[in-house]
C-alpha cells in the first residue's frame, strides 16, 4: 500500500450493458427492495466486474490504474435495481432501470433501498470521494441538504444540484467535444484521468477540490 496516495471512493452509475445475461426478474427486485433477500441459483459475479457500459469501462481502467500504484480506491456502484453496492459485491444480472420512471418513485424506490444512508456512510469512509452520477441517480442518491461533503467532487449535468459545501465539475456537450468523447462516457473517462491525476501528484484535496472549474478541465486535458 502507498501510504503517499489518499484513499479515495468512487461512486458511479450502473450501465445497461452487462457481463451476464439477466435472470432476477421485476419481482426478484421488489421482494429484494422489500426484504432485503435475492432468490439463489443465479450467476453470480463482482458488481466491478458486471457491468460493461462505456462509463464504467473508463471508470474502472482508472482504478486499476490508481491500485497498481499501491493506492486504495473504493469503488461503489449506485444499481437502479439493487441500491447502493460495493464494487467487490457478488451479484446476478437483472434489467432494471431509472429510465422513464418518474422522480416520485426513484425517491420511493431509493428510500426503500436505503441509499442515501448508505452514501452518507461510504462518503465519510475516504479522504475524497468522487461522484459520477446522471441526473435520476443523483434523485435516486437523495443527499440530505444538512449532510457535510467537503471531499466530495460532484461530476455532473451543468443543470443539476450538488450537495452544499461539495465541489461540482459540471460536464454538457462542450465537455464532450473538448474530450472527444461521448457523453454516456464522458464522466467515466474524466473519473478516471482524476484518478491518474492524483496518484502522480498524489494529492486530491488541493488539486481537484480547491481548484477552479477551468484549471481542473486543463489538468485534465494536458497532464
Known sequence: MNKNLPHLAVITSCTGKKALQAGLTDADLENYANSGTLPEGFE????????????????????KRYRNAGGRVDVYILSAGLGLISGDQLIPAYDFTFSGKSKKFIQSWSRKLGI??????????????????GDS???AADIPSDESFSTSLFLCAPSSAAPDKSKALRLGMPEARRFKATLVALKGLLTARILDR?????????TFLLNTHENILNLLENP
Open 198 to 206: 492524483t496518484r502522480q501528484r498524489q494529492d486530491f484535496q488541493q
Open 116 to 133: 442515501s444512508e448508505k452514501i452518507i456512510a461510504a462518503s465519510k469512509s475516504a479522504e475524497g470521494v468522487i461522484f459520477a452520477l
Open 44 to 63: 453470480l459475479k463482482k458488481a466491478e466486474e458486471m457491468y460493461t457500459g462505456m462509463q464504467h469501462k473508463f471508470l474502472m481502467e482508472g482504478v
Open 137 to 139: 441517480y443523483l434523485t
